[in-house]
């Protein structure tokens, strides 16, 4: 169930302390460094970003981003009265043959930004009365968020950030973002090995995903909401929910519950549908959404598991499903 226990009625970014004191600085330049042999995400690709050479997540020195606006699709403390500030960035990563954004990270529809025009767009979603700024996909451009945000604080923004992540990331950039991020917002997609291979292209998933998202909880803890039901800091979990119970819910919820906290802040999402490779010949077996016994499944699950904030609007949009 969704409980809305613990609020706080002040907010002060986390970034604003380290952009104060030099660290701030001494990040982006470590970040930025670290293109050179890129080792940003778990790929380890190792190609020189910085001359705007590129490997999986198609992305060379500049970030791509696909779209910037108001979303109000999120989930209800993210979202607010004016919604959540998304900023999407193009390229991925991950290899999900399902993508729902298959355009933006598979085939990378958008505009390289420098710096200046990212921290612009922080601040135009701020002026636009945005609660946050949320960076979708943002696992390979880690250092040029990192560069583009001082531009953004000298400028005023103080909003709260949200890194909406696979979890297919590197403890390097955890480390870049430690007293950076106020909210992360991991999904936790395979517990199997051999699913993660087959449907993401990265069998190492798990065991990356168990790891950073252990760290991300250790760096922000359980989600604090303001007095106005808004998040201000912690972590968001979200799970999709998929056909014929590939992802390993039991083992995620039950790795929840025990190694978080069962005070942890789940979204179990319903909303899957076949798109990007999946059709009748291809990946025929996920050709599907699930149905209502799959969604209840999946909730007895995580009740099971002693999960006890579920995202309540998600439960309710699975339950019409029932
Ligand atoms: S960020 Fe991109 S280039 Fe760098 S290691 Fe990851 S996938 Fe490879």
Redesign the pocket.
Known sequence: MFVNSKTVSTFQPAYLRLYESVELDRRVAEGLASLEN????????D?D?LHDK????K?GRYAIVSSHFAHFGEEDCLRGRYGSGTIFFSGC?LRCVFCQNFDISWEVHGRAVPPERLAEMMLELQEQGCHNINFVTP??VVPQILEALPLAIERGLRLPLVYNTSAYDSMESLRLLDGVVDIYMPDFKWWDAEMARVYSKAPNYPEVARRTIREMHRQVGELVLDDRGLAVRGVILRHLVMPGSIVGTKEICEWIARELSPDTYVNLMPQYYPAGKVGPTLYAEINRGIDSREYAEALELAWAAGLRRLDSREVARGKRLM
């Open positions: 890129c080792r940003v995400c778990p790929r380890d690709c190609v970003r590129f490997a999986v997540c992305t990563n696992e390979h």
